[in-house]
């Protein structure tokens, strides 16, 4: 089974960055779509962005596009987000997960894998 762990969070001031990493172990990450989710308190879980298997297509909320850049390196089995311009809305838990995708697409209106713990962002002056 694939087993994914998220880190890089932390907290950052506004217009600050920040790279999480999401490390896979149990499985390659070769044949997987990962997205990026994430959850603030009282709100709903929702997808950042998403990274076909080949790391070809890639898929970014409105609300993230232009900030933030998804990335793998399947050698080291890692997916990454790299997080600009960070604004206080931003400030949530970040998961990551498989997601509906193949070589050529990825989705975020569902996923495959299972939730883990997260790495919080904080964004805050």
């Known amino acids: 089974q694939l087993q994914l762990v998220e880190s890089g969070g932390g907290l950052v001031q506004p217009g600050g960055s920040l790279r999480l990493s999401c490390v896979a172990s149990g499985s390659t990450l070769d044949y997987y779509a990962i997205g990026w989710f994430r959850q603030a308190p009282g709100k709903e879980r929702e997808g950042v962005s998403c990274?076909?298997?080949?790391?070809?297509?890639?898929n970014y909320a409105d609300s993230v596009e232009g900030r933030f850049t998804i990335s793998r390196d399947n050698a080291k089995n890692t997916v990454y987000l790299q997080m600009n311009s960070l604004k206080p809305e931003d400030t949530a838990v970040y998961f990551c997960t498989r997601v509906p995708g193949n070589s050529f697409y990825c989705g975020l209106s569902s996923v495959f894998g299972s939730w883990g713990q997260g790495t919080q962002v904080t964004v805050s002056s």
């Open positions: 990274i076909s298997s080949s790391g070809g297509i890639t």
